[in-house]
């Protein structure tokens, strides 16, 4: 295995990007415009000059990676690659189309694999005649930091598929685990309802802001409160995530409470709008009143 395609240079796919470069692999990134792809590779230059500056690793370095990724505009430059990792917006039709083309285009070998968070495997793979070489390969956000991915086998996934996803989840040095093709995969199943739960605690007038967030900081461990949370996955996202997961399931624990239903409707997606259960821009987010 020595090229790898990714598509999509956003959040996922710059980052996919990034650490299959950074493992040595020659990476062609596919874009639909120009400016996502130049934003893309900007965010990966900028998170290399971090890694100079902390001297994790040197400036010949950052130069290497950075010129191991090529961008396109063009999906047939994707024909050669031998793994792809598909990593466009969250939408079954629109990975449908992409994967049908992949599978037109690419060398009978290639193995065809998607990021999604919410949908399953296989609703993606039928799109294709090789349905075989179709694997989920579930990042986290930010990629480069993040060590874990699912790696997901569908009912029509083939051991040797399964393994050649999961060997370069190991050589891009992250750490995989094996699950099944349900929705929401692992982490999502267990997440998802708990993130819920936290927004309904607030909805119903139980704790603050802050108190939710201070509550499971510093009562269970974690590293961020998931109001904050929530705030940083952003809330549009996770509104879709539920929805697909509600509609998979029928169960009132992956249902979106209102509240979140409001704040998205209202434009309050979280830290990239600026405005979630916290107000950025100031030097500390502020925690907003319900
Ligand atoms: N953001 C997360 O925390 C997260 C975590 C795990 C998985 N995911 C999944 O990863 C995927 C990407 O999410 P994201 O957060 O990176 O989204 P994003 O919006 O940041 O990036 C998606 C990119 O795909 C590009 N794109 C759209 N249609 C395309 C097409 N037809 N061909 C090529 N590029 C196309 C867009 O221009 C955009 O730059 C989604 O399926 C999402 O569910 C997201």
């Known amino acids: ?20 470069s950074e493992a040595g692999f020659d990476v062609t990134v596919m874009e639909i415009e120009e400016k996502f792809l130049t934003s893309g590779m900007k965010k990966i230059d900028k998170f290399l000059s971090k890694s100079v500056e902390k001297e994790k690793i040197t400036a010949q370095q950052k130069d290497d990676i950075l010129k191991r990724i090529k ?6 430059d994707l024909a050669q690659c031998d ?25 009978d070998d290639t193995v065809l694999t998607t990021n999604t968070s919410s949908l399953t495997v296989i609703e993606i793979a039928e799109a294709t005649k090789r349905q075989d070489k179709v694997v989920g390969l579930h990042f986290f956000n930010p990629v480069p ?20 996803a999961w060997e370069f989840i190991e050589k891009i040095k992250k750490i995989p685990v094996a699950a099944k093709d349900n929705t929401g995969f692992i982490v999502n199943l267990l997440l998802i309802p708990f993130l819920l739960d936290a927004i309904r ?27 904050a949370l929530l705030d940083l996955i952003g809330l549009d996202v996770i509104h879709k995530v539920a929805t697909i997961m509600y509609n998979e399931y029928k169960e009132k624990k992956y249902a979106p409470p209102p509240l979140l239903k409001q704040m998205v409707l209202g434009g309050y997606f979280g830290v990239k709008t600026g405005r979630g259960f916290y107000e950025y821009g100031g030097e500390e987010p502020k925690p907003m009143k319900f």
């Open 1 to 20: 295995m020595k090229n790898i395609g990714v598509i999509g240079c956003g959040t996922m796919g710059g980052g996919v990007a990034q650490v299959a």
């Open 201 to 227: 605690v607030l909805g119903e007038g139980i704790a603050s802001v802050e108190d939710i967030d201070k509550g499971m900081k510093f009562g269970c461990g974690h590293p961020m409160g998931p109001l």
């Open 71 to 76: 961008g396109t505009l063009d999906i047939n």
């Open 83 to 107: 793994l792809i990792v598909e990593a466009a917006i969250e939408d079954l039709q629109m990975k449908r189309e992409l994967f049908q083309k992949l599978d037109e285009i690419c060398k």
């Open 145 to 164: 930091l993040m060590p874990l991915v699912e790696v997901v086998k569908t009912i029509k996934t083939s051991e040797e598929s399964f393994k050649t």
